[in-house]
């Protein structure tokens, strides 16, 4: 197992055909893009197969690949971004209500659990009127709980814009919930 080398040798060795080391990029990116790609898509099935498109591009296009100077994350991200807008556009221009149900807690009486459903519909509902930059850097920073500096190189943007931009997202948000800012 290749997995003690850094980004860069897995990249130069897999380039080369060492089908391990893009099994061991693979594996360290995994978790990162399936979470990202299953914020965006509200049906596991989907979520799965859009995540393996995105590595299946990425192997396809290795040995086109430059860095410079960001990591192999930033790659895929924008990999799953692309592949999600064209998912979106094909098939979901409108989230069904029923879509946005999360599992409850089986600790909750039925109805916290009816309250919690209606509360993560509502939330989707008004994340989703927000500005799809707003969108991404709350996924990214708050529903993925990123580092500041992984979702600026993700989103081409500087740490502090990056910050503003959450601010103003979660602003925005609490405007769209009317929640009053505390």
Excluded: C, K
Excluded at 70 to 91: E, T
Excluded at 122 to 127: E, G, I, P, V
Excluded at 140 to 166: C, D, F, I, M
């Amino acid at each position: 197992m290749t997995s003690t080398l850094d980004e860069d040798e897995l990249i130069a060795r897999a380039r080369q055909g060492d089908r391990e080391a893009f099994a061991d990029l693979y594996q360290r990116y995994l978790p990162m893009i399936y979470a990202y790609v299953r914020a965006r898509v509200y049906d596991n099935h989907d979520a799965e197969d859009l995540t393996e498109q995105v590595f299946l591009r990425a192997f396809q296009t290795l040995s086109r690949y430059r860095g410079r100077g960001w990591p192999y994350s930033a790659f895929l991200y924008r990999v799953a971004r692309n592949l999600l807008v064209d998912h979106i556009r094909r098939f979901r221009p409108e989230l069904p209500a029923e879509a946005a149900e999360v599992q409850p807690d089986p600790a909750l009486s039925a109805d916290e659990a009816l309250i919690q459903r209606e509360e993560h519909r509502r939330l989707q509902q008004a994340l989703d009127r927000l500005p799809a930059d707003y969108q991404e850097v709350i996924r990214l920073r708050l529903l993925l709980s990123l580092p500041t500096a992984t979702a600026a190189v993700w989103l081409g943007r500087s740490e502090g814009a990056v910050r503003v931009l959450l601010y103003r997202a979660v602003q925005a948000l609490r405007r769209e919930l009317g929640v009053e800012h505390e």
